[in-house]
């Protein structure tokens, strides 16, 4: 079976948008719960931190379920997770400013589980 490329995409990016709406949601979050009145720069720190562990946490739940309802079989899930590799792939390089401090472990990671969503959303389709 082929993936339906155009649920591939319409998946990757509404997973990509959906994801990124956590990570500020998240910090909103943090910024008027948690450690109000900090200066505008603790909070851009914070969310530099927090993005990685956002999207592994987030990710899995968000990337089954964009598989699970958008693609609706494996082939086009893991379609949708290739295209989402690419796109957050070039974004992680935009956004990076230094690759000694990347936190390689949790990309890899947030990268495993969500390839492991897509491919059992996929499935559950």
């Known amino acids: 079976m082929k993936p339906h490329w ?3 995409i319409a998946g990757s990016v ?3 948008v959906t994801q ?3 990570a500020f ?3 909103a979050i943090y910024s008027y719960l948690i450690n109000p009145g900090q200066p505008t720069a603790a909070y851009q720190a914070h969310a530099q931190t927090a993005g990685p562990w956002v999207s592994l946490l987030a990710g899995a739940p968000i990337f089954y379920a964009s598989s699970r309802w958008i693609a609706r079989s494996r082939p ?12 957050d792939g070039a974004l992680l390089v935009a956004m990076l ?3 000694v401090d990347a936190p390689f472990v949790l ?3 947030s990268y495993l589980t969500k390839l492991g969503a897509c491919a059992w959303g996929g499935q559950h389709g």
């Open 6 to 8: 155009g649920r591939a």
């Open 14 to 16: 509404i997973a990509q």
């Open 20 to 22: 990124i709406a956590a």
């Open 25 to 27: 949601g998240w910090v």
């Open 76 to 87: 086009t899930a893991l379609a949708l997770f290739a295209t989402f590799v690419v796109i």
């Open 97 to 99: 400013e230094s690759w």
């Open 107 to 109: 990309i890899g990671l």
